[in-house]
T-cell receptor, first 110, second 114 residues
Framework: GQSLEQPSEVTAVEGAIVQINCTYQ??????LSWYQQHDGGAPTFLSY????GLEETGRFSSFLSRSDSYGYLLLQELQMKDSASYFC???????????FGPGTRLSVLP | EPEVTQTPSHQVTQMGQEVILRCVPI?????FYWYRQILGQKVEFLVS????????KSEIFDDQFSVERPDGSNFTLKIRSTKLEDSAMYFC????????????FGPGTRLTVL
């Protein structure tokens, strides 16, 4: 089977840094992606890791350790608009679907 | 910027009725997906479609579901006999190739089964 785990909720204040963790157990592994979803909206792609290490895209960074089946999304200089749900997703085969984690609801407080 | 579109934005139907949800993927994309999300829960994979055939489907995608690409632009999800538990947001997504890891999601269709 396939399973992903994420914390259900995270709260932080504007300007802070927050890390959202994801652990996974899948039959194969082709990469770990992160998506942001605002209430009532569609998931939007944030980042992707296929190899170990850190990928940086502006205020967002994503890290992967394949040996630990673990990754995280790091959000810096938090803004109110970052309040949303964040999903990690694993693709276990080329060209196939992504399995999404349960999501982490991030609340950014003033 | 190209985007995935979905119609209708909200569909209300009676239990047992058939519904067709429509999607127009980005024009040069080759892989198409349907996902569903029950309110407050995670995004769940239903089916992927490539080269005019289903490439993978989940346990959720049983005999009451079908997908079709009737022409060069539309990608549809049909639910033959809706159940109350089919009430959810249904998202269509597409990618230009199997090696591209960014899926482009449409805005979703909210299906309400009464």
């Amino acid at each position: 089977g396939q399973s992903l785990e994420q914390p259900s909720e995270v709260t932080a204040v504007e300007g802070a840094i927050v890390q959202i963790n994801c652990t996974y157990q899948t039959s194969g592994f082709y990469g770990l992606s992160w998506y942001q979803q605002h209430d009532g909206g569609a998931p939007t792609f944030l980042s992707y890791n296929a190899l170990d290490g850190l990928e940086e895209t502006g205020r967002f960074s994503s890290f992967l350790s394949r040996s630990d089946s673990y990754g995280y999304l790091l959000l810096q200089e938090l803004q109110m608009k970052d309040s949303a749900s964040y999903f990690c997703a694993v693709r276990d085969h080329y060209g196939q679907n992504f399995v999404f984690g349960p999501g982490t609801r991030l609340s950014v407080l003033p | 910027e190209p985007e995935v579109t979905q119609t209708p934005s909200h569909q209300v139907t009676q239990m047992g009725q058939e519904v067709i949800l429509r999607c127009v993927p980005i024009s040069n994309h080759l892989y198409f997906y349907w996902y569903r999300q029950i309110l407050g829960q995670k995004v769940e994979f239903l089916v992927s479609f490539y080269n005019n055939e289903i490439s993978e489907k989940s346990e959720i995608f049983d005999d009451q579901f079908s997908v079709e690409r009737p022409d060069g632009s539309n990608f549809t999800l049909k639910i033959r006999s809706t159940k109350l538990e089919d009430s959810a947001m249904y998202f269509c997504a597409s990618t230009p190739s199997g090696g591209i890891n960014e899926q482009f999601f449409g805005p979703g269709t909210r299906l309400t089964v009464l």
